[in-house]
């Protein structure tokens, strides 16, 4: 009688064991059910994003990146409106100068400006230059050298190969960027997305380029169902 006792005891303890361990299973895929859809917080930040480097030849394109559109300016980056793109421009060559004759994109027209004292796009061999957030004259540059605030980080020590009849001035391309505009956008430019945009060298050819897209410094989200989702489950769950 004992015996049969210690055996039922034995069987009831291995049920119970059993049964907490199907309630625990069953609130693990509870859990797991309800965060399977859900966006972290941290997946639906844009975060800054560096630009993007293509070579071609012997000229080389760093930190190429769309600006994002900073309060009381003209640029807006949305269909219909204006966008910039920043960049720096490297020739690694030795002897021949180079220049950028166009850039093309589904997103606009651009428009090039040269730095200021250029009649183009043009840089010299083992020089920078530079395509910043905003048009700097040559009488801004020598009285505000904090004025013009570039978007990329060039080399500190070469300017813009003159044309004939243009002096040659070594000077800090961040201080006297070119412009680089897109006009007419065909669509909206969404932060943290990338777009193709193709530079048309004279002498090294053409390169196409993924640029991103500068978030700013507050990013944003821009999925709105995103939003949506996370609220579902919290109220749900």
């Not at 844009?46 to 003209?74: E, K, Q, W, Y």
């Not at 243009?166 to 000077?171: F, L, Q």
């Amino acid at each position: 009688m004992t015996a049969l006792k210690a055996v039922t005891a034995s069987t009831g303890a291995r049920r119970r064991m059993v049964s907490v361990a199907v309630l625990a299973a069953g609130a693990a895929l509870v859990l797991s059910g309800c965060s399977a859809g859900q966006i972290s917080q941290t997946a639906t930040q844009v975060a800054a994003v560096n630009g993007n480097h293509a070579d071609i030849d012997r000229i080389s394109l760093r930190n190429v990146h769309i600006v994002f559109p900073a309060t009381g300016t003209d640029y807006t980056n949305t269909k219909g409106g204006k966008a910039i793109i920043a960049l720096s421009v490297v020739n690694n060559g030795e002897t021949v100068t180079d220049e950028l004759t166009s850039i093309t994109t589904d997103l606009g027209t651009v428009k090039i400006t040269p730095p200021a004292g250029a009649s183009a796009f043009r840089i010299a061999p083992q020089q920078t230059v530079v395509a910043a957030t905003s048009p700097t004259t040559a009488t801004a540059a020598k009285s505000d050298e904090h004025g013009a605030t570039p978007s990329s980080s060039a080399a500190p020590t070469t300017s813009a190969t003159p044309g004939a009849g243009e002096k040659t001035t070594a000077v800090d391309p961040e201080k006297k960027p070119g412009l680089i505009e897109i006009t007419g956008l065909s669509k909206d430019i969404i932060p943290g997305l990338t777009y193709p945009v193709t530079f048309n060298f004279k002498q090294n050819g053409t390169v196409t380029v993924q640029v991103p897209v500068d978030a700013g410094a507050d990013a944003e989200r821009h999925e709105g169902q995103t939003t949506a989702t996370e609220g579902e489950h919290k109220g749900g769950h």
